[in-house]
């Protein structure tokens, strides 16, 4: 799967995280997390393993984490990953 | 056992991860109308992660889907169906058509999913003046429907009537919608009460659709469960006198008679059928146990 434009998902509210990916020519993630010296790499894990399961390869991702769930992670992952991937509606 | 069913909004996790320690009987994850129009994906993909991942215990996993004229119902079916709901709560429902087409959908997605054929129950949504008049047709739909719920908002708008305290204008609605329940023995659920605020108002308003012969309440806010289940729940009295009852007619059966005086009054089967609904319901509850308890010498 590649991305083919810009999208984004979740929001900043508490227990949530707001993704945003798109197109780029290698893979750049960014994370900011109030538990990012504790659980960053969790999360960055976390993220890695979904991004393999769409075989995504490039594109620029970045969170920011507002203490959610490894759960709401992966939600929100999987729904900004989709829309990213989809076409433009016109 | 279902006197509460809570609605949890499907795009907002942090009330997802609250429901799992809240005291409903059931939860009813919304991908419907709480979700706005360009998250019902989002809202999906959240809502099967948590039925997989977390644990809500004792509580009935439910999802209110979007109605099945919508683009979104088929896939909302299939994500969870595939992440294992219990039941589906199934707005707009006008009668058997939309519980059959439900069904149909439902097969074909436990069998993609390897999910046993069947296994998801359903609970029809009647919020317009066909639904309710449908109602019977409905509940005889399918052997997967395990409920008929009201929705007396969109049924006010649906009969052109402002939605009042006093529910004057879906009295016949609830009436009707029981007797469909009862006749085909599956939950008769009443519509939530809409002022978060008055948890008392609640109270009351549960306590007289019990007494119509409802069986449990949608809710919308976290601060009615207390009010639902006190309304829902069989009192100390109430088991005590079935217990009476049921020893009695025990007592009366033995000795060849139908019907025995208890407390001056004759009672008989129907009113121990009555006693054994109560002491069903109040088993299902934990309260024999308690009750039992009680009564042990020297407490």
């Known amino acids: ?90 | 056992m279902r006197r509460s069913l809570l609605f949890i909004p499907g795009n907002r996790p942090n009330m997802i991860q609250n429901s799992e320690v809240l005291p409903a009987d059931a939860i009813i994850f919304d991908l419907e109308d709480s979700v706005p129009a360009g998250e019902k994906d989002a809202a999906r993909d959240l809502v099967a992660r948590a039925l997989r991942f977390l644990d809500f215990g004792p509580r009935e996993r439910m999802v209110r889907i979007n109605d099945l004229g919508s683009v979104e119902a088929k896939a909302d079916l299939r994500a969870m169906v595939a992440a294992g709901v219990q039941t589906i709560l199934l707005p707009k429902v006008g009668g058997a058509g939309t519980v059959k087409e439900a069904d149909s959908l439902l097969s074909r997605a436990e069998r993609e999913e390897g999910r046993q054929e069947g296994s998801t129950g359903l609970v029809a949504l009647l919020e317009t003046a066909l639904g309710i008049e449908h109602a019977l047709d409905a509940a005889l739909a399918s052997p997967r429907m395990t409920g008929l719920a009201l929705g007396g908002e969109d049924l006010s708008a649906d009969l052109g009537c402002p939605r009042t305290r006093e529910g004057w204008e879906i009295f016949y609605s609830r009436s009707r919608l029981v007797m469909a329940a009862k006749a085909t023995g599956i939950d008769a659920l009443d519509t939530p009460f809409t002022d978060v605020h008055d948890a008392e108002g609640c109270e009351q308003e549960a306590r007289f659709v019990k007494d119509l012969g409802f069986t449990g309440k949608l809710c919308i806010s976290p601060s009615h469960l207390k009010a639902i289940h006190r309304a829902f729940t069989p009192s100390r009295e109430e088991i005590l006198y079935a217990r009476e009852v049921a020893e009695a007619m025990e007592e009366g059966q033995r000795s060849g008679q139908g019907a025995v005086s208890l407390r001056g009054r004759m009672i008989d089967l129907p009113v121990l059928r009555q006693a054994q609904r109560i002491l069903a319901l109040a088993g299902a509850a934990g309260l024999l146990r308690d009750e039992e308890a009680d009564h042990e010498p020297g407490r």
């Not at chain 1, 083919?4 to 998902?9: E, H, I, S």
């Not at chain 1, 393993?49 to 490894?70: C, M, V, Y």
């Not at chain 1, 992952?77 to 990213?84: D, E, Q, S």
């Open chain 1, 1 to 90: 799967m590649k991305l083919l434009r810009k999208a984004r998902a979740g929001t900043l509210e508490s227990g949530d995280v707001f993704i945003t990916a798109e197109p780029a020519d290698r893979l750049e993630i960014s994370l900011e997390s109030p538990v990012k010296e504790q659980y960053g790499e969790v999360i960055l894990q976390t993220v890695h393993e979904i991004l393999r399961e769409f075989d995504i390869t490039s594109g620029r991702i970045d969170l920011t984490d507002r203490g959610a769930l490894n759960c709401t992670l992966e939600a929100r992952l999987t729904t900004v990953l989709r829309r990213a991937s989809q076409e433009e509606k016109t």
